[in-house]
Structures are given as C-alpha cells and as structure tokens.
C-alpha cells in the first residue's frame, strides 16, 4: 500500500493501526485504482492499483498535478472525466467522491481502466468511415450512370444529323472536304457513344454479382485493354498463371477493374526506366490461407517507406496526371470481397501489387 508522506491534518491515535494504514488498507478493498486526496490537494493515501497505474507519474501525489498530467476534455464539470495517461498509454473513467475522514472532507478518486472500449469505439468508427467511403464511390457510379444516360440521347441525334448530312453532300457530290469532315465527326461521335455504353455496361454490373470466375480469363480481358499501351512503351509482360488453377468466388467485372488499376499502375510506374527494364509480370497462386493470390509485379521505381503509409489513402498521387483513387477502390472491392490488398517491395527493385480472393469451391 502506498501512503503519502503528507497528511492535511493527522486523524485521531485511538486506533491500533496508524491511520495512513488504515486508509491505504481500505481503498485496498476496491478493485479499481483509488486514491484519497485533501482538501489541499495532497494525497492521503492510495491503493497498490493506483500506484502501480499511476505512481510512476511523479505528479501522483497532488490531485492538480496529476490532473494536469492526464490529457483529457473537461466534461461539463471542470474536471475531465475520461483521459489518457500519458506514460502508459491507457484511458481511464475518473470518478471524484466527497467523504468525511477525521472531522475534514476528502476527495476520494477512483480510476477505471476504459481502454478497450475506447478501442473497441476506434475500430468501429474506422469501419464506419470505410463504409462511408465506400458508399461514396457508390454515388460516383451513380452519377455516371445518370450522365451516361443524359448524353446518350443527344449523342444519337447529333448523329443522325450527321448521317442525314452526309447524305445530302454525297447526292450534291461534294464538295469533298466537307464530306470528308463530316465522316471525321461521326467516327468521334461513334466513339462518344461507344465509351458511355461501356460505362452504362460497367454500372449495369455494379450490383456485384459473384460467382466461380476463371483467373486466366480476367488477365486476358485486362492485357487486351492495355495491350496498345504496352506496345507503345515496348514492355514485356510475362503472365505465370497455373494452367490447373481454381475460380475464384467473384464478381467478374469487379476484379477487372482491380487488375486493370494495377497493371496500369505497373505500366505508369515503368514510363521512366530503359526499355531493356520494362518487364511486368502477372502471378497467380493458391497461397497457404488456401486463397487465390494474383500478384502484379513491376520493375519501377518502388515506393518509400512514407509513400506505403499512405498507399491506399483516397486521393493520394504522385502523379501530375493522377487522381489517387485508383488503390483505394481496389481495395473496397477486394475487403468486399473478403480478400486482402496488399503491397511488398520486389526483389531486385520495383514492387509486387497483390491481392487475395476466396476460392469458389471453399464457399459452396
Ligand atoms: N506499381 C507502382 N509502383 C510505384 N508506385 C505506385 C505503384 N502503384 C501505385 N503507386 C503509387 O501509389 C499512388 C496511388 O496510386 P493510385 O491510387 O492508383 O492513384 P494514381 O495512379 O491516380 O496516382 C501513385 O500515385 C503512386 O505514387
Ligand atoms: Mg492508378
């Protein structure tokens, strides 16, 4: 037990025990970390609790001191009522109760230890922001889709104009350079029309939809829409999937979207290496968690130790052209999943973008 050195008035020698003893010895039957203080603020005496939890703090024995140690708000009251103890780490409800002792008034304090519902509290606002954000990229689907269907229609008159025109310059025969005008409006109106019916597409299969997927079919898809640009660069891309590798449980275009964000990040993080260096490579497996991991590994300029704090942060970028978007809803989808997205330097240089998914099997 401990007992302070200072009392604020010395209590009544009738009983066989000192008095500062019997102090300690009662608050020692109280399960939290309790503490008795004067009027002038000294402590009286305080449980093994209190000085195990807050005795290394030097301002224990005065009752200002010690509040002053704590970080807390004050409540409505003037004093705090949750706070945190600075050399430990932990939360603590502070309760304040008045008692008479030896014809004075003490304040007797009694400190229960809030930390895990504090963090239980912390994860579940985490979760919640995640949902937010989530739902948030769910109203950008939604916005698209409303845009998409709003220019859909002009486009399809602007078009027909166009046809009749070319009708008419055709029958008149000429003159030749308008003709050929406009044909080069059509083609660009043709390829409006054909990038919002994509989209229409893409938000048509939001509503996820999951079921057994093959992998190589997902990379081929990918590697066709960034095949262009992959030539362009003159990058090798090496695909090392199991001939006999399982589906995964997943929604097709989902997962499409997540290879396609990766692999066009791979891509953009070799623009500025030699050529002989361009080399991306595609990797699936079935990993020891008995998961599906596809891994997308390039031979960029890797990432920082600052940059991986902030990886999947929405709206995180390098980039002068990028939105920083990209990892963050691949990782919406993927926790949708039940997967996990992750990142590790590549040996060698460069860096490995992964992902894991369920196997189908594993979920029927
Ligand atoms: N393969 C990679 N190599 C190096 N850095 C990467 C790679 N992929 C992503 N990053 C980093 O993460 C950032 C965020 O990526 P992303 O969310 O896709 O947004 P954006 O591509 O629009 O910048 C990038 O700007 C880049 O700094
Ligand atoms: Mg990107």
């Known amino acids: 037990m401990v007992t302070a050195k200072r009392r604020s008035k010395p209590s009544d020698a009738s009983g066989a025990a000192s008095a500062p003893d019997r102090d300690a010895g009662l608050l020692g039957a109280v399960p939290f970390a309790c503490a008795m203080f ?7 005496a305080g449980n093994a609790r209190y000085r195990e939890e807050f005795g290394e703090l030097a301002e224990h024995g005065e009752r200002e001191a010690l509040l002053a140690r704590l970080q807390g708000e004050a409540g ?47 994860s579940h606002k985490t979760r919640q ?3 937010l954000f989530t739902s948030r990229l769910m109203s950008v689907g939604e916005m698209a889709a409303t845009l998409a269907h709003e220019l859909n229609q002009p486009l399809a008159a602007i078009m027909n104009y166009l046809n009749g025109s070319l009708r008419l310059v055709e029958q008149a025969g000429g003159p030749v350079q308008v003709e050929r005008a406009l044909q080069a409006a059509r083609t660009q109106a043709e390829h409006a029309s054909a ?20 992998l190589s079919q997902i990379a081929a898809t990918v590697l066709e829409l960034l095949r262009l640009e992959a030539e362009r660069l ?31 990040n791979a891509i953009e993080a070799m623009r500025e290496i030699p050529t002989a260096r361009r080399e991306l490579r595609i990797d699936a497996r079935m990993n020891l968690d008995d998961q599906i991991e596809v891994r997308v590994s ?15 942060s929405p709206f995180f970028t390098t980039k002068t052209d990028g939105l920083g978007i990209g990892l963050a809803i691949c990782r919406s989808i993927i926790e949708y999943h039940e997967g996990r997205l992750f990142f590790e330097p590549r040996d060698g240089g460069g860096s490995v973008f992964g992902f894991t998914l369920p196997r189908f099997e594993a979920r029927t």
């Not at 430990?88 to 304040?107: N, T």
Request: charge should be negative.
């Open 38 to 44: 004067a009027g002038d603020g000294a402590l009286v």
């Open 298 to 312: 390039d031979r960029g300029a890797g990432l920082s130790p600052a940059e991986q704090d902030q990886l999947f």
């Open 234 to 264: 003159q990058l090798r891309i090496d695909l090392g999937l199991p001939a006999r590798l399982e589906p995964v449980f997943a929604d097709r275009v989902m997962i499409e979207q997540v290879l396609l964000n990766l692999v066009k």
């Open 76 to 122: 409505d009251g003037e004093r705090p009522r949750e706070v945190l103890a600075p050399h430990s780490g932990r939360w603590y409800a502070l309760h304040w109760g008045r008692a008479e002792h030896g014809g004075d008034h003490v304040d007797v304090l009694t400190a229960i230890d809030i930390s895990e519902r504090i963090e239980t509290l912390d």
């Open 195 to 214: 990038v919002i019916s994509r989209v229409r597409e893409f938000v048509r299969a939001r509503e996820p939809r999951r079921d057994a997927h093959d």
């Open 129 to 131: 922001e995640k949902l």
